[in-house]
């Protein structure tokens, strides 16, 4: 079965760069979700999109911002990194049956 | 705003064995769902089970069962014949039914090993 897609698996920053994470969710699932998970944490919900539209906010940065294109895909932005950015960023779908499935994560590592 | 607790975080059972790991959360809310997730070293984030919290009967997938105590506030997962493959990190997870595409709010982890 297919499964969520994010890309890129690795990503190397230095200090106030930006990067773009991007998911790709499972076909017909039209609800995806951002987490944020630190060495050795608990993951924290960042944000969510249903249908297009941001649908639920966690501890998402004002640096970051994210958006859901008409191909259900999503970006996540992150601007003006900080070495505490440094963590495995999973993206997550779902078919608004209560199950939400992750992908393999991004690890950013920020230097 | 709802909070989970597992209360262990490192358990280690014989393989072939059964173990429990423990989860109770704190929520105002009448219906929700919680889940179980698996996270080896791979670091991928596998859903184990799940159950519904108008749901009376435990949730069972093949060796792993849970014991929700809705009143208690406690959802345990059992874990039957340990295998070498079981070892990882386990997450509780809640999740609010009165929106879809709310984010989940995870407990801290429990370590689980499995001695051969």
């Known amino acids: 079965a297919a499964g969520v897609i994010q890309s890129p698996r690795h990503l190397i920053k230095e200090k106030r760069e930006t990067a773009t994470l991007k998911c790709y969710p499972i076909p017909r699932h039209d609800t995806v979700y951002w987490y944020q998970q630190g060495p050795g944490q608990d993951p924290q919900f960042l944000i969510s999109f249903y249908e297009k539209m941001q649908s639920d906010k966690g501890s998402i940065p004002d640096r970051f911002s994210a958006q859901q294109f008409s191909d259900y895909h999503s970006e996540l932005n992150m601007s003006s990194l900080e070495l505490g950015d440094s963590a495995l960023y999973f993206c997550?779908?779902?078919?608004?049956?209560?199950?939400?499935?992750f992908g393999p994560g991004t690890r950013l590592t920020v230097t | 705003a709802q909070t989970v607790t597992q209360s262990q975080p490192e358990m280690s059972v014989q393989e072939a064995e059964t173990v429990t790991l423990s989860c109770t959360y704190d929520?105002?809310?009448?219906?929700?769902?919680l889940f179980w997730y698996k996270q080896p070293p791979s670091r991928q984030m596998i859903l184990v089970i799940r159950q519904e919290a108008y749901k009376q009967q435990n949730a069972t997938e093949n060796r792993f069962s849970v014991n929700f105590q809705k009143a208690a506030k406690s959802f345990s997962l059992k874990i039957s014949d340990s295998q070498l493959g079981d070892a990882a990190m386990y997450f509780c997870?809640?999740?609010?039914?009165?929106?879809?595409?709310?984010?989940?709010?995870f407990g801290k982890g429990t370590h689980l090993i499995i001695q051969p």
């Open positions: 997870a809640y999740h609010s039914s009165g929106g879809g595409a709310d984010g989940l709010t």
């Open positions: 929520t105002s809310e009448s219906d929700y769902y």
């Open positions: 997550a779908s779902s078919s608004r049956v209560h199950e939400q499935y």
